[in-house]
């Protein structure tokens, strides 16, 4: 039987959740009192360090190991929340990979592991998510985009398609579920100080954002956070940026 607590404690999943924007959300989230299941595919150690910085702050969490790009993978871990919980109130698609480099040097590899796990991860996690959302008439789905997303970026046409394609889901899921008090909204970060990046030469692109500088994975899940609440349900189908003014 569900958790009697879970009747006023919303759920919610992170995936993607053991690093970098998808970790400063989880711990956004468990602070605000929701629990928090914390999804990793492969990174079992950096996952069970979020969760006890959660816990010891005094915040609920669990780990919840699968692999997005999985759609029976997928399945079961949802199945498992809603066997323990008996519902789930918050998605926050966050998993998300990169694969960079010029399309003409690109292999369908390159392609479909980046489409896999930034775009098909989505609907394998969602689809039964919804299906739970519907009869209980409540939910908040955030979707992690990017500003590649919107405006396109050279050397990441995987990235920037899946991210694209992240964008045209949301606004079309709003449209259908609006009605069941469910919102679905994206954020689009640009360049946020996460292992992401690592590679990039970040002095000169903080050089071309307005704000001159890059973004903080905590700015972004302030965002998240706002989007979770009470406060924002008129708020769906929406692509809100965080990218200090460069688009």
Known sequence: MPETKTDTVQIALVTGASRGIGKAIAKALARSGRFVYLN?????????????????????????????????????????IIKEKGKIDILVNNAGIRDDMLMVWMKKGNWQNVLDT????????????????LPKRFGRIINISSTSGQIGQAGQVNYSASKAGLIGATKALAREIAKRNITVNA???????????????????????????????????????????????????QVIGINGGIL
């Open 40 to 80: 990793f595919n492969s990174n079992q150690k950096k996952a069970a360090a979020v969760l006890e910085d959660i816990i010891s702050n005094g915040g609920d969490g669990a780990l919840l190991q699968f692999d997005v790009r999985s759609q029976e993978a997928s399945e079961k871990a949802i199945e498992k």
């Open 118 to 133: 930034n775009l098909t991860g989505f609907f394998n996690v969602t689809r039964l998510i919804v299906k739970n959302m």
């Open 187 to 237: 954020v689009a970060p640009g360049f946020i100080e996460t292992e992401m990046v690592d590679g990039l030469p970040l002095e000169e692109l903080a050089k071309t954002i307005p704000a001159g500088r890059l973004g903080k994975p905590e700015e972004v899940a302030a965002t998240v956070l706002f989007l979770c609440s009470k406060d924002a349900g008129y708020i769906t189908g």
